[in-house]
């Protein structure tokens, strides 16, 4: 494989110097470079493996103001619901029929509603159904991720939103989520409590997208070297629009986003890449080439969706824009060489 690109970069051996200047040019040349050593490295190191799973929301009630959001606590017009136990059994059990056995679990930043007491029993029941249980929820203290991890939880993502505290401050009206530095430390709390899998990301377009990547992967590359035994994973969520905000955003063309995605591959080239149904299905089909190891499918974002056959809001942030089944999205990654994964590798080890 080529290493040094025809503008003198060393595509294998990139810095975070390099990144800001990738980022800071428009160069056709450089970004087919990156695009064909992010495939090359990807095969080498995932082969041609993707890792399938689905999201399940048990709850949606939030406690907090993010302006970008049509879930605000304020916003009464919401439907707001919380699974019971009993529920949560059914919704697995049918999420499971699908053939799934990958989950990530979420609830609405809620600690009122979405307990950590309640999302552990959640956590007992999806392990029973599932290899793979990841969560979503708010920020915890260390002691719940250590609960969280003895009832089962394997992964936790918690995206930091955006890295520029004065944005952040500004687009975070009320809530507990106010708080930058409580979000930003919650992955060392994660790691510090044993859990082995942490997906971290920004949600791309509230601020400039550079700076927030460059941020974000300083964060990640400093945790990896805080915690050599915890896996790291990424995202790049875009920001959807919800009707009424009338906040000015940047746009993330999918130019910019197949820039982002090879330069993660490039730069942590053993880092998983996830890429949810936030985007279209003819944008996931393309991108999955240059990074991505791990995509939702079948998915839905309300809460006992796979029970109701229900999958979405209409809503940017909980909109659900590839509506393909799992067996569809399977037969994709087929017709295009992929081996698509749904059972966790611990479990094939171990059975
Ligand atoms: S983004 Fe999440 S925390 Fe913010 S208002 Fe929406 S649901 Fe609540």
Not at 124 to 137: K, Q, T
Request: net charge neutral.
């Amino acid at each position: 494989m080529m290493s040094k690109s025809l503008s003198g970069i060393d595509l294998l051996h990139l810095t975070i110097d390099d990144i800001r200047r990738i980022f800071s040019v428009d160069d056709r040349g450089l970004l087919e470079e990156m695009a064909h050593a992010a495939r090359e490295l990807t095969r080498r190191q995932f082969g041609r493996t993707i890792s399938l799973y689905a999201p399940l929301y048990i709850a949606n009630y939030c406690e907090n103001e993010c302006v970008y959001c049509g879930f605000h606590a304020s916003q009464k017009s919401m439907p707001r619901s919380k699974l019971t136990m009993e529920q949560i059994d059914k919704e697995c059990a049918a999420l499971a029929a699908t053939g799934n056995r990958s989950v990530l679990i979420l609830t609405g930043e809620s600690r009122f509603h979405s307990s950590p007491q309640y999302i552990r029993d959640a956590v007992r029941i999806a392990a029973r159904y599932f290899s793979y249980v990841a969560l979503e929820v708010y920020p915890l203290d260390e002691e719940e991720y250590s609960e969280l991890y003895l009832a089962g939880v394997d992964g936790v993502t918690l995206y930091q939103e955006t890295y520029d505290r004065a944005r952040y401050d500004e687009l975070h009206l009320a809530g507990p989520k106010k708080v930058y530095d409580y979000r930003i430390t919650a992955p060392d709390r994660i790691a510090r409590a044993g859990i082995r899998h942490i997906s971290m990301g920004a949600l791309l377009g509230l601020t400039d997208w550079r700076r927030d990547v460059i941020a974000l992967f300083e964060h990640v590359r400093s945790l990896e070297r805080k915690y050599p035994g915890v896996e790291f994973g990424l995202a790049f969520p875009r920001l959807r629009r919800v009707a009424d905000d009338i906040h000015r955003y940047q746009e993330v063309s999918d130019r910019d986003m197949l820039k982002i995605m090879c330069s993660a591959r490039l730069f942590f080239p053993r880092v998983g890449i996830s890429i949810s149904t936030r985007e279209l299905p003819q944008f996931r089909d393309r991108i999955i080439e240059f990074g991505v190891t791990k995509m939702s499918a079948g998915s839905s974002t309300r809460v006992g969706g796979y029970l109701e056959g229900e999958n979405k809001y209409e809503d940017g942030q909980f909109e659900v824009f590839d509506p393909r089944s799992f067996d569809e999205v399977k037969a994709m990654l087929r017709s295009k060489g992929f081996d698509p994964v749904v059972t966790d590798w611990r479990n094939i080890v171990n059975s």
